[in-house]
């Protein structure tokens, strides 16, 4: 049986609910991706093109710096990472996180909370950030997902 973690970044919370119960349905272990910098309400203003969050996804280059890393990476063969929708793909703080470990030979999950949008361009945004790893297509979710869906979607996915 593989070893599963759910690593996710959560901005307002949403993420943070959904990843908690995808955690418990499917019996990972969880990781909070924090900033090294915490986001403020101003920094999330996407409205405001040179908020930090608009600014940091008008360059797909941006990695911003995460608080702390998963020590025990290597024992999991399944990572399940959960984000918000930011201009149709994930947060960039997402690559800084997967580019932080050897991936090779894990299978990585993304899903998504999102206030209306699909997952967009997100396995091609993250897909340079994985080398050596499976990743498989993401799901979008609302953030009050029910276990059953969760788990159902794992087993959909034969993990």
Do not use: H
């Amino acid at each position: 049986m593989s070893k599963k973690l759910v690593a996710y970044f959560s901005a307002s919370g949403t993420t943070a609910r959904l990843a908690e119960t995808l955690a418990e349905a499917i019996g990972a272990d969880i990781f909070e991706i924090k900033p090294e910098v915490p986001y403020t309400r101003a920094d999330l203003n996407w409205q405001d093109a040179g908020s930090r969050s608009s600014v940091e996804m008008k360059n797909p280059a941006s990695r911003p710096a995460i608080a702390a890393r998963r020590d025990n990476m290597a024992e999991y063969d399944t990572i399940y990472v959960g984000f918000p929708i930011w201009w149709y793909v994930a947060p960039t703080i997402i690559n800084t996180f997967l580019e932080s470990y050897d991936l090779a030979g894990k299978t990585i999950v993304p899903f998504a909370t999102s206030g209306g949008s699909g997952m967009g361009k997100t396995n091609e945004a993250l897909a340079p950030s994985c080398k050596g790893a499976t990743l498989l297509q993401g799901r979008v979710f609302r953030g009050n997902a029910r276990a059953e869906e969760l788990a159902a979607w794992a087993k959909e996915l034969g993990l």
